[in-house]
């Protein structure tokens, strides 16, 4: 076989409804005012700890909100909690709040009344 030099990418469909959205939900409804973010980007030119290290907090709430979790620990990890991504949100999204929410679940999931399905406890926590 003809060695070209590339690859082809791997598809990156969104499997949307295939996806446990059980940290979501959760999520969504301790800080509602997620539904509004518009993508800008804002939080994550601003944040502290993406200067430092690879960390996008839009590209990670924008995941958990597909019901994607692989490696999320590890990324809520990262940040510092120092609030200024919050400064410059244009929705007023307290994306603080979001990180700390989102340690909550993880750590506590059963007192936070979600049922540690399967796939929400294998997806959140061991990737
Ligand atoms: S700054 Fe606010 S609206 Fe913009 S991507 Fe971040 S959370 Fe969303
Ligand atoms: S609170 Fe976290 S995500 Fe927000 S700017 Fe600070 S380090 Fe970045």
Known sequence: MVDWGYTINKP????YDANDH????????????LRSCIGCGNCTAT???GNFV???????????RRGEYAGLRKELDKCMLCGKCRLVCPRGINTRKM?????RL????????IPVAPGAASTAGQR
């Open 22 to 33: 059980t940290w979501e939900n959760a999520l969504q409804e301790a800080v509602p005012v």
């Open 47 to 49: 944040c502290t700890a």
């Open 99 to 103: 990180i700390v929410t989102l340690k």
């Open 54 to 64: 690879p960390f996008n907090i839009r590209k990670l709430q924008t995941l958990v």
């Open 106 to 113: 993880l750590a506590q999931p059963v007192a936070a009344g």
């Open 12 to 15: 990156r469909a969104i499997a």
